[in-house]
């Protein structure tokens, strides 16, 4: 499995991708708030790499480490 590769969309989304799969989306509004496509987790952060970490966290534990 590849690590988690991040895609800017546009001004406002973030998308998430392992292994070419969405596993989840960042939105800012007031602040960034991540949704993993399966439902599992949310989160609202203060700053974009607050939000990516959670969801690198949460894929390390669901998904293994990286192993390219």
Same mark, same amino acid.
């Given at each position: 499995m590849q690590a988690i590769t991040w895609r800017h969309?546009? &001004? #406002? $989304?973030?998308? #998430?991708?392992?292994? /070419? =799969?969405?596993? &989840?989306? =960042?939105?800012? /509004?007031? &602040?960034?708030?991540? $949704?993993?496509?399966d439902g599992t987790i949310r989160g609202s952060h203060n700053s974009l790499g607050n939000a990516q970490a959670q969801l690198d966290a949460w894929a390390a534990w669901t998904i293994g480490p990286d192993r390219s």
């Open positions: 969309d546009s &001004g #406002a $989304h973030w998308t #998430a991708r392992r292994d /070419g =799969i969405v596993v &989840g989306t =960042i939105d800012q /509004g007031q &602040g960034y708030e991540l $949704h993993s496509t």
